[in-house]
C-alpha cells in the first residue's frame, strides 16, 4: 500500500537527507519528528523499515495507509526512541526541528498569529499552555524566556507590558497578544517581520521544552544508532543549530585546541560520530523558492562510529 500524498507540510532538505542516510531494504531508521510524513514516506520508498516519533496525537492521520509491515508509530517525544529501540538498533535517524507548517495552519492550536485561537502552543496534548506562561511567569522569568529563545532585545519591555496588562486582564488569544506586543514596541515602523514574532518565538521553544528535547533527543540518538548508522539533523533557527553543531563537533573530536600557555587536558573519549560534510548545507534556490520556509533551514549530519556512547561523566 501507499502513503497518502494530499499532506500540507513540505519536507524541507527532503533529498538531501535521504541521500545522507545513505538507507535501504532491512536497514531500520528513526524518524523522529514524523508531523506530516513526509521523511518516513521517502526512508520508506528506499525499502527501509521506519520507527516514527510524534507527541503530536493528531498526526496520527497522516500515517493512513502506511505499510503495516515496515512502519510504526509512536506517540512519544524523540528523546525515547532508545527506551523504545534499544541501544545500538538503529541503521539511521532524520530529525526536522521546530513547528510544523500544519500545526501552524491550525488556527486552534495557537502556534501562529495569522490567524487567531486561543494561546496554546503545545505539541503534545499536556503542560502549561503559552496562556500559563504568559499570565503566570514572573516578569523576570517570561523577560528570560523572550530573550534567550525569542532572541528579543526588547525582552524586558514586553515582559513588563505583559505583567501590567495581565492584572486587569489575563491573554487568552494569539491575535490579542500579538497586537498588544505589537503596541508596546511601538508598531513595526517597517519592519521586515511582525513585532511579535520572536516573542511568540520564544514562548513556543519554552512551552514545549524545545531545546532541552533537542540535547536529549542527541543523546538517544547515539545510544541508539549501531556503528555506522547515520544521523541527519535540519534546523530551522540560530538556537537549534548552534545545539547541534556543538554537539556534533564534540562526539566528532572536533574541540578547539587549548592554550599553549596552560597544561593539556587528558584525552577524552574515541569519537562517537564522524562528519559525513563541514559545516552545515542549506537548500538551493530552487526549493528556497518553492517553499520560503526553507530558507532558513541547514542540514547537518555524521556517522556513528564503533566506539562506545559518551556517559553523562564523559
Not at 491550525?106 to 504568559?134: C, K
Amino acid at each position: 500500500m501507499t502513503a497518502r500524498l494530499d499532506s500540507p507540510h513540505v519536507s524541507v532538505l527532503l533529498d538531501e537527507v535521504i541521500a545522507h542516510l545513505a538507507c535501504g531494504p532491512g536497514d531500520i531508521v528513526v524518524d523522529g519528528t514524523f508531523g506530516a510524513g513526509g521523511y518516513s514516506r521517502a526512508i520508506l520508498a528506499t525499502g527501509a523499515k521506519v520507527v516514527a516519533f510524534d507527541r503530536d496525537p493528531t498526526v496520527r492521520r497522516f500515517a493512513a495507509g502506511f505499510p503495516d509491515d515496515r512502519f510504526r508509530l509512536v506517540e512519544a517525544r524523540f528523546s525515547e526512541m532508545d527506551a523504545v529501540l534499544g541501544e545500538g538498533h538503529a541503521d539511521g535517524v532524520a530529525l526536522d526541528l521546530g513547528v510544523s507548517s500544519m500545526q501552524i495552519d491550525e488556527a486552534e492550536r495557537g502556534f501562529s498569529f495569522m490567524h487567531d485561537g486561543p494561546l496554546d502552543m503545545r505539541m503534545g496534548g499536556d503542560g502549561p499552555t503559552a496562556a500559563d506562561l504568559v499570565n503566570t511567569a514572573e516578569p523576570a522569568e517570561l523577560a528570560r524566556i523572550i530573550f534567550v529563545y525569542g532572541e528579543e532585545r526588547e525582552s524586558r519591555r514586553i515582559a513588563r507590558a505583559i505583567a501590567r496588562r495581565r492584572e486587569e486582564q489575563p491573554f487568552t488569544r494569539t491575535l490579542e497578544l500579538a497586537e498588544f506586543v505589537e503596541k508596546a514596541l511601538g508598531g513595526r515602523r517597517g519592519a521586515k517581520i511582525h513585532p511579535a514574532t520572536r516573542t511568540f518565538q520564544g514562548l513556543r521553544i519554552a512551552v514545549n521544552e524545545e531545546l532541552s528535547e533537542l540535547e536529549a533527543g542527541l543523546e538517544a540518538a547515539e545510544r541508539t544508532l549501531k556503528a555506522g548508522g547515520r544521523l541527519c539533523v535540519v534546523t530551522f533557527h540560530s538556537l537549534e543549530d548552534r545545539i547541534v553543531k556543538s554537539f556534533l563537533s564534540v562526539r566528532a573530536g572536533r574541540t578547539p585546541a587549548g592554550s599553549r600557555h596552560v597544561p593539556p587536558k587528558a584525552a577524552g573519549p574515541d569519537p562517537s560520530f564522524q562528519l559525513l560534510f563541514n559545516g552545515a548545507k542549506a537548500p538551493g534556490d530552487a526549493e528556497m523558492k518553492a517553499n520560503p520556509r526553507a530558507r532558513s533551514a541547514k542540514l547537518r549530519a555524521a556517522v556513528r562510529t564503533e566506539a562506545p556512547v559518551w556517559r553523562a561523566a564523559a
